[in-house]
Structures are given as C-alpha cells and as structure tokens.
C-alpha cells in the first residue's frame, strides 16, 4: 500500500521551499518506485486566514491518517498581535502535541564543501556530525502550573514547571539509544542532576534503559558544561540527548556550528516511528515571496522522512548524495553563497532533482 505524506506548506518561505521538496518527493516516485500519495492541507498563519484556526480539524485529521508528514515553517509579523491560542505557532505546537511526537532528532552536519560557513575554524568543526535527540512534548515548555501570579504583596511573579514522568524519560532514552544503535553507540545525556530532582530522576532512568542496550556507551554532562563543550570540541559528541528546554537551546547552538540554518532539517517522531519532518528554521518573512530561500534543509528533512518512517534508508542516501554532488557543482543558494554567485529557490530544487534523475539511471 502507498505511504501517505500530507504536505503542509506553511507560511513565509514555507510554500516555496516545500515545493522543491515535492520535487524530490515526485522524481523518487518516478524514478526510484517509491509508493507515495500526497495530499495538501494548510497549517499555521495560512490556516488561520482562510477559517480562523492555525490548526484545523481537517489538516489534524490528514496528518493523523498519514504514515509522515512534511512542513514548511509557519509564523509572520502579521500574526504577532493574535492571542496566544490563535497565533500560527500554536498550530504546530497542536499538531506535535496531538499527535505525540516526543522524540526530536536534530542532526547537526557539516558539508564539508560549506566549512568555510561555520564561524569556528575548520578543523574544530570539519566532520562534524552530531544528532541531539530532544525530548520535544514534555518538561518545562508543557508543565503544570503556569503562569503570572500577584503576590501578597502585589508583586507580579512569573513560574512555569519543570517535570518529567518516568514514562517520558524511558521513551526518549529508548529514542536516543536506537538512533545511537544506527551510528556510533556513544550517546551523552545533558542534565542538571547537581541542582535538580528532575534531572536527578533523568539520569537514573537513562542509566536503567541503558542497560536494555549493552552496545551503548552512555556518557552524562551537566548542560552548562555541554553548552562549552559544543563550541570547544564538538566533535566529541555523536547523540545528545536531553530535555526539552535544554535541546531546545543546545540544538540551536550546533546548528550555527554549521554556518547555515538553510541546511539542517529535522524530525519528530512518535513511539511508532510516524513522524513529521520540517527544516529547523523558521518562515523567514524577510525574504519570502523573494524565490532566493535556501531548500535543502527541507529536501534533507525528506531523507530523513525516508529513514525513519519510510524505511527506506537506501533512498535517503540517494538524497543526500544529490544534495552533496549539487553542492560540489558549486551551486549555492544566497545564504550559503559566501558572497560569490547564487542560484533561486526553484533553480537549488531543480539542480538537486537532476542530480537525482542521474544516480537513477
Ligand atoms: P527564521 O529562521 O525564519 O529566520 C532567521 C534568518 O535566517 C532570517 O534572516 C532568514 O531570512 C534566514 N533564513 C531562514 N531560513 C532560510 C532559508 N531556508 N534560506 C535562506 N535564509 C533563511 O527565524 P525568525 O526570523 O526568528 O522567525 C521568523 C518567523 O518564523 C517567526 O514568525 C517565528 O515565530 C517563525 N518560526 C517558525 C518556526 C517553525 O515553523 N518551525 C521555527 C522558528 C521560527
């Protein structure tokens, strides 16, 4: 039976950079057999302008029906003033919550032929492959209490809380771990254990699951020292995996290791594998409607989609491949271009679609 993919483009640059990714999607239906259906629906600021909602009922029920799903990015200026529960990042919050996507990998890759893009020298950085498996619908950003309270004596207090079930640390370690089992069996876990009981909680749970795995070398840092660590030797991590705030900050970090926010996709899965696929990067307003937005972190995100939910690893080297031989044509989109010459949106698409057409025959 087809795997179904919903395509959810998004707003800002997500239209555009999404359709070089159905690009992809249609040339390895075409070429390579993969047995796919598509179907469109509309998320975020997009979503809201046509029924009021950033998450309608109809795109929750496609994407509950489909074996993956790829997004854009959602979010603009124009939404800024919305309420909370109406703004277009709630949409996408909905959708990871609804669907339990609690495991989100973010892998942090250099291409050698854009070493020159990171701001660390070369030889910190060149090789760089890490992954940090954040814990993405649990912790500090989802606990109960929350809010902005008036004290006695009429001072505003703000307090949000940080908790963590067992079931939700066994579930992410367990992630982390079978990600590791695919690469090098080494995973650091981040934590604050010298300070907190959920990290205390967290590391005694990523140490008992651990031992479900024999072949895994676990290793614990404490998240001030990983966020050093980062930046001084990367390259000694492989898979980081930790909470949500933490991964939320650290995967951003790595992710400027490589220089361009335009070439690093992700994916969150649940405990079926089902999961959605976006870039890390957000609509970027400031240059949509412009057709100069890098796609390759939104094509990378469909290899990844056909690791992990497809199960077809051998297509997602394919993919990858394209995007390496692209970039050794010396194509470049604006934001990797090093102020040499720079190809569109469509023309970084079409190049990648190419390439692939090539390894096919
Ligand atoms: P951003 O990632 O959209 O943009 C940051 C900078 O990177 C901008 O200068 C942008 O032009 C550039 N950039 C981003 N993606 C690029 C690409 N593919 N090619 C070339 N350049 C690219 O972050 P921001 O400006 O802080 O946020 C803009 C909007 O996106 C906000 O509304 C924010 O809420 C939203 N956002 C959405 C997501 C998401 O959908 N997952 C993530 C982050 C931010």
New binding site residues.
């Given amino acids: 039976m087809a795997a179904k993919i919903a395509i959810l483009a998004?707003?800002?640059?997500?239209p555009e950079?999404v359709s070089e990714a159905v690009k992809v999607l249609e040339c390895l239906q075409q070429s390579y057999a993969l047995d796919i259906e598509l179907e469109q629906a509309v998320i975020?600021g997009a979503a809201y302008d046509e029924s009021g909602n950033p998450l309608p009922q109809k795109t929750l029920d496609l994407c509950k029906a489909a074996d993956a799903i790829l997004?854009?990015?959602?979010?603009?200026?124009q939404?800024?003033a919305l309420e909370r529960d109406l703004r277009?990042?709630k949409g996408?919050l909905g959708l990871r919550a609804e669907l339990e996507l609690f495991s989100n990998l973010r892998p942090a890759l250099l291409y050698p032929q854009l070493v020159n893009a990171s701001s660390l020298k070369p030889e910190i950085v060149s090789g760089l492959d890490i992954m940090i498996v954040r814990e993405l619908t649990g912790g500090i950003y989802f606990g109960q209490p929350r809010g902005i309270r008036t004290l006695e004596n009429g001072e505003r207090q703000g307090y949000n809380t940080l908790v963590y079930a067992e079931h939700e640390i066994e579930r992410i370690a367990r992630s982390a771990f079978d990600v590791a089992m695919k690469r090098s069996k080494k995973v650091c876990s981040v934590d604050k254990a010298n300070v907190l009981e959920v990290s205390e909680l967290w590391r005694e749970v990523m140490i008992r699951v651990s031992k479900e795995y024999p072949q895994i070398q676990l290793s614990h840092m404490y998240v001030d020292n990983a966020s050093m660590q980062l930046v001084k030797w990367p390259k000694q991590f492989d898979v980081i995996v930790t909470n949500n705030l933490f991964g939320d900050i650290l995967s951003d970090t790595a992710a400027m290791l490589t220089g361009s926010?335009?070439m690093l996709p992700s994916a969150s899965l649940d405990k079926n594998g089902k999961g959605m696929y976006?870039?890390?990067?957000?609509?970027?307003?400031?240059?949509a409607g412009t057709n100069?937005?890098?796609?390759l972190?939104?094509i990378l995100s469909v290899a990844m989609m056909l690791r992990y939910s497809l199960n077809q690893p051998e297509l997602a080297v394919c993919v990858e491949q394209a995007v390496s031989a692209v970039l050794d044509q010396g194509i470049r989109?604006?934001?990797i271009a090093d102020g040499g010459s720079s190809v569109s949106t469509r023309k970084m698409g079409e190049a990648v679609v190419s390439a692939l057409q090539l390894k096919s025959k």
Avoid at 10 to 14: A, C, L, R, S, W
Avoid at 280 to 286: L, Q, R, T, Y
């Fill in positions: 998004g707003d800002g640059i997500g950079i975020g997004l854009g990015a959602v979010g603009g200026p939404y800024e277009p990042e996408l926010i335009g976006e870039p890390i990067h957000g609509s970027a307003p400031d240059i100069t937005a890098n796609p972190a939104t989109t604006q934001d």
